[in-house]
């Protein structure tokens, strides 16, 4: 198959979790703009609903699913229904993650404790639970959302670079464990994006100064341009690419 249809979601199902805002919700936009019907998920519901709403006045008519990425329960119990209620998933793209910033000899127990719940155990236990169906029906795509600092380290946030760097080692595997089964698995890794997370960040003048000068683009990503990579991860474009992790970072991780 060659051509525009190559990379169509059409009929496809695709649950994005950690999808009310942000980048999740900018990608639960684009894969519904290519064709896939899209499943929100986040722990709010009525976040999620606003969400709806948004997509629904662009002519999208998402589901919403409320669960904890990071209770393997409620994980498996969600999954399990969304197969009987909605459909088979064909796409599972791991965006829930959260950030957390402290001097390394000072970070919190629990902060840590937490990062590792949403950014790693999330990641397997949902993976964990979709893959088993798309094993059974011998196809399927789960793009895992790992980050530049899958990559780089940065001061002050060593627990998260540690968090995304075993999604991208989690990423491999499950390629390796999985691609035999006629699943794709990769990594989507977004450089520096002016997102809800990063706010802080993007008013901070000295650090947008660094960033430009670090980042051969020389600006912050708009979360729109992740949309063609997740595309191209989603699609039939990409049925040979596994164990990927593609860096979408204005060629940030290009440069020492």
């Given at each position: 198959?060659?051509?525009?249809?190559?990379?169509?979601?059409?009929?496809?199902?695709?649950?994005?979790?950690?999808?009310?805002?942000?980048?999740?919700?900018?990608?639960?936009?684009?894969?519904?703009?290519?064709?896939?019907?899209?499943?929100?998920?986040?722990?709010?519901?009525?976040?999620?609903?606003?969400?709806?709403?948004?997509?629904?006045?662009?002519?999208?008519?998402?589901?919403?699913?409320?669960?904890?990425?990071?209770?393997?329960?409620?994980?498996?119990?969600?999954?399990?229904?969304?197969?009987?209620?909605?459909?088979?998933?064909?796409?599972l793209i791991n965006n829930a993650g959260m950030q957390y910033r402290a001097p390394l000899?000072?970070?919190?127990?629990?902060?840590?404790?937490?990062?590792?719940?949403?950014?790693?155990?999330?990641?397997?236990?949902?993976?964990?639970?979709?893959?088993?169906?798309?094993?059974?029906?011998?196809?399927?795509?789960?793009?895992?959302?790992?980050?530049?600092?899958?990559?780089?380290?940065?001061?002050?946030?060593?627990?998260?670079?540690?968090?995304?760097?075993?999604?991208?080692?989690?990423?491999?595997?499950?390629?390796?464990?999985?691609?035999?089964?006629?699943?794709?698995?990769?990594?989507?890794?977004?450089?520096?994006?002016?997102?809800?997370?990063?706010?802080?960040?993007?008013?901070?003048?000295?650090?947008?100064?660094?960033?430009?000068?670090?980042?051969?683009?020389?600006?912050?990503?708009?979360?729109?341009?992740?949309?063609?990579?997740?595309?191209?991860?989603?699609?039939?474009?990409?049925?040979?690419?596994?164990?990927?992790?593609?860096?979408?970072?204005?060629?940030?991780?290009?440069?020492?």
């Amino acid at each position: 198959m060659i051509g525009p249809s190559l990379f169509s979601l059409k009929d496809r199902l695709a649950l994005i979790t950690g999808s009310s805002a942000g980048i999740g919700f900018t990608l639960a936009r684009g894969l519904a703009a290519h064709g896939a019907t899209v499943i929100l998920n986040g722990r709010d519901k009525r976040r999620l609903e606003t969400a709806r709403a948004s997509l629904a006045d662009l002519g999208v008519n998402a589901h919403v699913r409320v669960f904890d990425v990071g209770d393997s329960g409620e994980v498996r119990q969600a999954v399990e229904d969304i197969n009987q209620s909605i459909g088979p998933i064909d796409i599972l793209i791991n965006n829930a993650g959260m950030q957390y910033r402290a001097p390394l000899e000072d970070f919190p127990e629990d902060a840590w404790t937490q990062l590792k719940a949403v950014n790693v155990d999330s990641v397997l236990y949902v993976g964990q639970a979709v893959a088993r169906h798309m094993i059974a029906r011998g196809k399927g795509k789960i793009v895992n959302i790992c980050s530049v600092q899958s990559e780089l380290a940065r001061t002050g946030i060593a627990p998260y670079a540690a968090t995304k760097g075993a999604v991208k080692m989690l990423t491999k595997g499950m390629a390796t464990d999985w691609a035999k089964h006629g699943l794709q698995i990769n990594g989507l890794a977004p450089g520096y994006f002016a997102t809800e997370m990063n706010s802080a960040l993007v008013q901070d003048g000295d650090f947008t100064s660094w960033l430009e000068k670090r980042t051969p683009a020389g600006r912050w990503g708009r979360v729109e341009e992740l949309v063609g990579a997740a595309v191209f991860l989603c699609s039939d474009a990409s049925s040979f690419v596994n164990g990927h992790i593609l860096y979408v970072d204005g060629g940030i991780t290009s440069c020492v």
